[in-house]
């Protein structure tokens, strides 16, 4: 995802299966830069004890350079079935990023009149 290339390049998202089963890892390239090498490897880390945990990897200097890079405030406004969510990014020439969520309905039973079909 970071080279914006798939990490085998398979032609069937089936044949990538193997490959995870088998505890393979993506080759990591070379021309990243170091501290993002140094995530993707805990990240695929086999052993659990080498792999970070998510609070671990959220506090990777590779996380804390980018979140340092772009600065993000994020609001949610909305009523109570969406939530909107505006991102302002700290170069104030780009616009902001509005992302609607909305939660999933209810259910609903209708109402029958326990009457015998016939």
Known sequence: MYTGEPPWPFADSEDLMPQLLNGNKPEIP????????????????????????????????????????KKVSATGVGGKRELVVVMRFKDTRKKPLRVKIFPPKPLQFKKSSHRPLG
Do not use: I, Y
Request: proline fraction near 8%; glycine fraction near 2%; aromatic fraction near 10%.
């Open 30 to 69: 070379q021309s990243l830069p170091w501290d993002a090498r140094q995530f993707l490897k805990t990240c695929f880390a086999r052993n659990p004890d080498e792999r970070g945990s998510a609070e671990e990897l959220l506090k990777h200097p590779f996380l804390r350079n980018v979140s340092d890079q």
